[in-house]
């Protein structure tokens, strides 16, 4: 799920299939916020897309074991970017100058930089959620909970341990976040803090990679297999 101010649309990766198989069943949604131009298949012929960002006017999503590129203006792959040993890459956020990328299996964030792609961290336990605050400083959700991970060498520092196995991971402010668990939970950390905002497990409806609108302070919850997108209100 991403916003896209620029062009005041929202963009979905839909995987169709399943997460983990090549089956090309999978496509990207795009839709403008007041329902305009809804093209249910704007991008089609991928296996499982994932996470999103957007740099330079194209669209990056994770695709398994690859990076797609997306022309946005055509609407069109314009490049495949293969990741030796990759598994399940995940989410996918931008700096404003390069791409980086989880992969949750094997435990790496990938970097992209001018068309090549490399290991930017490894050893990271089910790491999925990544973004950037407006400082150019890498938060991720992992299993060990909410972390900051130095853009050079060393540890990364726990922000909050009760939040693990996190999935979508939306920066507020450096002090607050919105962190989803996909099974069905919300959270609000604020420093250092979590609360807990929505839980949905008992309607099955799962709460995957979020997205969120500022201006109209929206966190966007894709169900997952309720094959819908709800918006809730942030008010804290």
Known sequence: MLYDKERNVLFVSNISGKPTE????GFISKQGLDGSDEQLEWVKGLDA????????????????????????????????????GAQFLNDVATDGKHIYFSDM?????????????????EGIEN????????????????????????????????????VTG????????????IA??????????????????????????NTADIGYIPEEQLVLVPTFFANKVVAYKLSY
């Open 22 to 25: 090549k089956d090309g069943v």
């Open 49 to 84: 897309p994932k996470g999103m960002a957007i740099l330079n006017d194209n669209l990056y999503v994770t695709n398994i074991d690859e990076l797609v590129e997306i022309n946005i203006a055509e609407g069109t792959i314009t490049n495949r970017y293969p990741v030796e």
């Open 105 to 121: 299996s094997t435990g790496k964030i990938h970097m992209m930089e001018d068309g090549q792609v490399s290991v930017f961290k």
């Open 127 to 162: 790491i999925n959620g990544l973004a950037f605050n407006q400082q150019g400083e890498l938060y991720g959700l992992d299993g060990r909970g909410l972390r900051k991970f130095p853009m050079e060498d060393g540890e990364p520092e726990v922000i909050n341990d009760v």
């Open 166 to 177: 996190g999935d979508g991971l939306v920066i507020i402010n450096d002090n607050t976040f």
């Open 180 to 205: 989803s668990r996909w099974q069905g939970e919300i959270y609000l950390i604020q420093n250092g803090k979590e609360t807990l905002l929505l839980d949905t497990k008992d309607q099955n409806s």
